[in-house]
C-alpha cells in the first residue's frame, strides 16, 4: 500500500514526465505515447512508468524501447523540474489495461445482441 508520500511524488513524476514526452522528447519512434500511471518504490528510488501506445503492438513495443533507451536523458530533465532529494531511476512498462477494458465492453456488447437475438427468436 503506498504511502501518501509516494503517491504525492507519483503524481509528480507523472504529470512531468507527461511535459517531457509531449514537449522535449522529439524520437519518432516513440509515436503517440501518454503516460497512465507512476508506481514508485517505498525508498522513492525507482519509479515504474506505464504507458499507453497508440497504434499496434509492435509499435507499442518499438515505443518502450525507445523510452527505456532515453530513460536517462528524460530522469536528467526530471532532475531540472522537480525538487526531490533522489530522482528515481525510471522504467517504462506498457499499460495494456486500455486494451483489456476495450475488450470487456467489446463482448459485452456481443453479449447482449446476442441476448437480444434470443429474445426475438422466441
Known amino acids: 500500500m503506498a504511502t501518501t508520500r509516494q ?3 507519483a503524481e509528480l513524476i507523472k504529470e512531468e514526465v507527461s511535459q517531457i514526452l509531449q514537449h522535449e522528447v522529439s524520437d519518432p519512434r516513440i509515436g503517440f505515447a501518454t503516460v497512465t500511471d507512476v508506481e514508485v518504490t517505498a ?6 512508468v506505464f504507458i499507453s501506445v497508440l497504434g499496434d503492438p509492435e509499435q ?3 515505443s518502450i524501447a525507445a523510452l527505456q533507451r532515453a530513460a536517462g536523458y528524460i530522469r536528467r530533465l526530471l532532475g531540472r523540474r522537480v525538487d526531490l532529494r533522489v530522482i528515481p531511476e525510471l522504467t517504462f512498462a506498457l499499460d495494456r489495461s486500455l486494451e483489456r477494458g ?21
Do not use: I, M, P
Not at 43 to 48: C, F, I, P, S, Y
Not at 102 to 122: D, F, P, T
Open 7 to 9: 503517491r504525492r511524488v
Open 43 to 48: 525508498d522513492l528510488r525507482e519509479a515504474r
Open 102 to 122: 476495450s475488450r470487456v465492453l467489446q463482448l459485452l456488447h456481443e453479449l447482449e445482441q446476442e441476448q437480444s437475438g434470443k429474445a426475438k427468436a422466441e
Open 60 to 62: 507499442a513495443q518499438e
